[in-house]
Nanobody, 117 residues
């Protein structure tokens, strides 16, 4: 099983980034996919989640209206489009896969997003 995040980097406040998470080794379309983040000195927090077929999404209040989660089950990939980035969005962003009926739970190694001028 692998979850490989990409797309992180340094961006100025107000800018945009698109994160990708490529999955392999499991039945991607049977998993709820989520993005979490962990800032220095803080606990990991849920940013956004999308159901297995992509019909429903959920966002942290802090990113609503700025971030969009999506998935392509044909490509086994989940995305996080991040717009209007703020310095407080600086964190390591992790991809998570949770079996839709519970149990199996996988994590990627993370990608660093730094929002700074």
């Amino acid at each position: 099983v692998q979850l490989v995040e990409s797309g992180g980097g340094l961006v100025q406040p107000g800018g945009s980034l698109r994160l990708s998470c490529a999955a392999s080794g499991f039945t991607f379309s049977s998993y709820v996919m989520s993005w979490y983040r962990q800032a220095p000195g803080k606990e990991r927090e849920l940013v956004a989640a999308i159901t297995s077929a992509g019909g429903s999404t959920n966002y942290a209040d802090s990113v609503k209206g700025r971030f969009t989660i999506s998935r392509d089950n044909a490509k086994n990939t989940v995305y996080l489009q991040m717009n209007s980035l703020k310095p407080e969005d600086t964190a390591v962003y992790y991809c998570n896969a949770l079996y839709q009926f519970g149990g199996m739970n996988y994590w990627g190694k993370g990608t660093l997003v730094t929002v700074s001028s």
